[in-house]
């Protein structure tokens, strides 16, 4: 039996659907997000004495729900009410979200200098010392991590498994920095599998 040769038209519409399927495949595949690495590193102004720890937030949000230990149970940190001293957290949260980037509180005193602001989606912290060990502590962490974090259906409960897998989803960023006369300390999450 002989087979028809094929027409232009259709070894056309065979060829861009052959282009179609590898590009959806190409897409797919390049579009896994990155494994991100949560890392911690402290060094105390001795070369001989540091800690570098690089974890990667899957295995970070798949060993949490393991510990069941203290307050902490299944990626869920319970918080007494009396801890929280009558303040709602979620309501100040909804306020914070809903408003313009500004700084809301600032507080200069003797000993320290204190800014809590909102900039680009995330809280930001910053505390510095004035007095003694001068030291300087910043804190930034986007809004839809402590979304996350408060995401449970208690009031008295965070979901540190949420936060992390947030985290995971908002990019490169530097978390925590803490910087001293003898101690420097910085948590960031980025793809990187080392800290280097």
Known sequence: MRHKPYSIAAIFLLAVAALICTGLAASRASAAPPERYIHVRVNNGNPSESVNVNVPLSI?????PAVNRGPLHNGIVSVPAHQLN??????????????PDNNFVTVKSKSQNVRVAKSNGNIVVHVSSTEGNRQNVDVSVPLKVVDALFSTAHQDQVDVAAAL?????????LLVTVQSASQQVRV???????SN
């Open 86 to 99: 009558g303040v709602d957290v979620r309501a100040i949260l909804d306020a914070l979200r809903a408003a």
């Open 60 to 64: 970070a949000e798949t060993i949490l």
């Open 165 to 173: 897998r947030a985290l995971a989803q908002s990019g490169d960023s």
């Open 188 to 194: 960031w999450v980025d793809s990187n599998a080392s």
